[in-house]
Structure formats: structure tokens, C-alpha cells
T-cell receptor, first 113, second 113 residues
Framework: DTAVSQTPKYLVTQMGNDKSIKCEQN?????MYWYKQDSKKFLKIMFS???????INETVPNRFSPKSPDKAHLNLHINSLELGDSAVYFC????????????FGPGTRLTVL | GDSVTQMEGPVTLSEEAFLTINCTYT??????LFWYVQYPGEGLQLLLK?????DKGSNKGFEATYRKETTSFHLEKGSVQVSDSAVYFC????????????FGKGTTLSVSS
């Protein structure tokens, strides 16, 4: 009965590779997000989608591309991985009318070698 | 723009000690305020929230009161346990679905027996 799930939990890859992280929520929420947590634990928004429509697209390199095939899924594809992309990536979702209370997935720890 | 400032840790306490983690915010309008907790190796969990001035959020013995006059939302607990050891994040939202949570930098709490 996992609410927000992400796969994989750990991802270790070489510089220059392309990788994807998947996120699914079974809560029926309309809005989903990607956040990046750096090595100092600082959390920053990357993207948000509402009903498959892009709402927020922060200053993130074009190598990062979100894809929302339906409102329960928001995937993150990263091209040409760089060392600085190493971080923990969190997916989150929020229902309507809850003052934007967000529900987070367990995170994906990406390590670029 | 909106921002959150919280005391930086680490905070080290003995079991049953009193805990305060300070959080102040800058925002236009009337934001909703949240405390999230991140246990080691896990995602973020909502600890408590307050959506208007003078509201008190509470959960698991933790409390925080939304103080508009001092733009603060300090987290308190009367008697901490070893199991409370985690990173605590203060966050705000303008309350609109699709907008990002703005996080403080997190405060690491370590409780020893």
C-alpha cells in the first residue's frame, strides 16, 4: 500500500551515461514534483506537473527532462550524466485543497562516477 | 522571494531533554507552514503543519505555533527520545497546488541515551 514509490532506490553510473528514475503515486493526487537534495541535505524544487501539464521548471540543465505519461506517474530522465548530478532525488505529490501538503517518496540516491 | 531560515545543527541532546528548533520565514501573503522529518536513509515525512496565524500544529509530542507577528514557526518537544534522531526541515508554501515547498536547510538532531 505504498503511497509514493520510486525506482530504483540506488543508481550508480558512469559520467556521460543516460538514466531514468521512475515515480508512481497511488493516492489519486493531481500534482507531482521532483526535488533534488544535495550532499548538505538542502532540498530544491526541480519540476512540478499538474494533471500531466508542466507547472514549474526551475533553472535545471536541459539534460534533465521530466515525463508524465499520466497523472499517477512522473519520470525523470537525465542525459549525459555529470559528477555534479550526484544527489538524492525525491518525488512528491499533493492533492487538491490541502494547502499544498506534499507526500514524498523514499528517494533515489544517484551516484555518478 | 519567499525563504525559510532555520537554526543549523547539529543539535545534540540527552534523552528526555527539551527540544527547540527555531524557524523563521519571509513570505508575501499568508503561507502555510510545515515541519518535515527525515530519518536516516528515508524520505521526508510530514510531522506537522499550520495553515493560518495562531494555528498550532502537533504530532508525536512535537508542537509548533504559527506566529505571524514574529514570522516564526519554532518546533518544540518536551522530552526527546533516541528515536527522534533525524533531520528536521521547516518549509513554507503559498498554499497553491503545483507550487513548490520552500525548505530551510535542515537541522540534524542527535539524541543519546
Amino acid at each position: 500500500d505504498t503511497a509514493v514509490s520510486q525506482t530504483p532506490k540506488y543508481l550508480v553510473t558512469q559520467m556521460g551515461n543516460d538514466k531514468s528514475i521512475k515515480c508512481e503515486q497511488n493516492l489519486g493526487h493531481d500534482t507531482m514534483y521532483w526535488y533534488k537534495q544535495d550532499s548538505k541535505k538542502f532540498l530544491k524544487i526541480m519540476f512540478s506537473y499538474n494533471n500531466k501539464e508542466l507547472i514549474i521548471n526551475e533553472t535545471v540543465p536541459n539534460r534533465f527532462s521530466p515525463k508524465s505519461p499520466d497523472k499517477a506517474h512522473l519520470n525523470l530522465h537525465i542525459n549525459s550524466l555529470e559528477l555534479g548530478d550526484s544527489a538524492v532525488y525525491f518525488c512528491a505529490s499533493t492533492p487538491r485543497d490541502t494547502y499544498n501538503e506534499q507526500f514524498f517518496g523514499p528517494g533515489t540516491r544517484l551516484t555518478v562516477l | 522571494g519567499d525563504s525559510v531560515t532555520q537554526m543549523e545543527g547539529p543539535v545534540t541532546l540527552s534523552e528526555e531533554a527539551f527540544l527547540t528548533i527555531n524557524c523563521t520565514y519571509t513570505a508575501t501573503g499568508y503561507p502555510s507552514l510545515f515541519w518535515y522529518v527525515q530519518y536516516p536513509g528515508e524520505g521526508l515525512q510530514l510531522l506537522l503543519k499550520a495553515t493560518k496565524a495562531d494555528d498550532k500544529g502537533s504530532n508525536k509530542g512535537f508542537e509548533a505555533t504559527y506566529r505571524k507577528e514574529t514570522t516564526s514557526f519554532h518546533l518544540e518537544k518536551g522530552s526527546v527520545q533516541v528515536s527522534d534522531s533525524a533531520v528536521y526541515f521547516c518549509a513554507l508554501s503559498d498554499g497553491q497546488a503545483g507550487t513548490a515547498l520552500i525548505f530551510g536547510k535542515g537541522t540534524t538532531l542527535s539524541v543519546s541515551s
